[in-house]
């Protein structure tokens, strides 16, 4: 995973469908992401399998945030963007908390048996494109592409 420029102009240009949710950072709420986006998934003409690979890896992705961006702090929010095409869908996870350290986000290795950090495995074994843009001065963006096949 690297940090890119967000590159999302074209695929919003050609978005047909887009739903926009904001969510307290709160793990209990993450249902409510869930519940909003399969449902968009399955619209979108996703096979129910994908659909539900798709909401695991956001789920970790919120997680993260939820964890390691807002440090716990379940004040804040998470601003969800999903988007779908004939092409791809496009995710994007808006956050303001602790900006990460983007060369040190990488999947942990799958023969190390311990809790936690498949998070980022998850996204990058299910999302064809996973990047953060970091240069806004109050947010992050983490942008999740997936290419229709």
């Excluded at 102009?9 to 909003?36: C, F, G, M, W």
Aim: glycine share 6%; aromatic share 6%; hydrophobic share 35%.
């Amino acid at each position: 995973m690297k940090d890119e420029g967000r590159g999302t102009t074209e695929a919003q240009n050609h978005s047909t469908d887009a739903v926009t949710l904001i969510v307290p950072s709160h793990p209990k709420y993450l249902y409510v992401i869930r519940s909003a986006v399969y449902p968009v998934l399955l619209d979108a003409g996703f096979p129910r399998r994908d659909a539900r690979n798709i909401i695991l890896a956001l789920d970790e992705a919120c997680s993260n945030i939820i964890k390691y961006a807002y440090e716990g702090d379940t004040t804040k929010f998470i601003r969800l963007r999903v988007a779908a095409d004939e092409r791809r869908l496009l995710i994007e996870l808006t956050d303001s908390g602790k900006k990460p350290d983007v060369s040190k986000i990488a999947p942990r290795k799958l023969d190390e048996v311990r809790p936690g950090g498949l998070g980022t495995h998850f996204m990058a074994s299910i999302f064809d494109s996973v990047s953060y843009d970091t240069s806004a001065e109050a947010e992050t963006v983490l942008t999740l592409v997936k290419e229709r096949r």
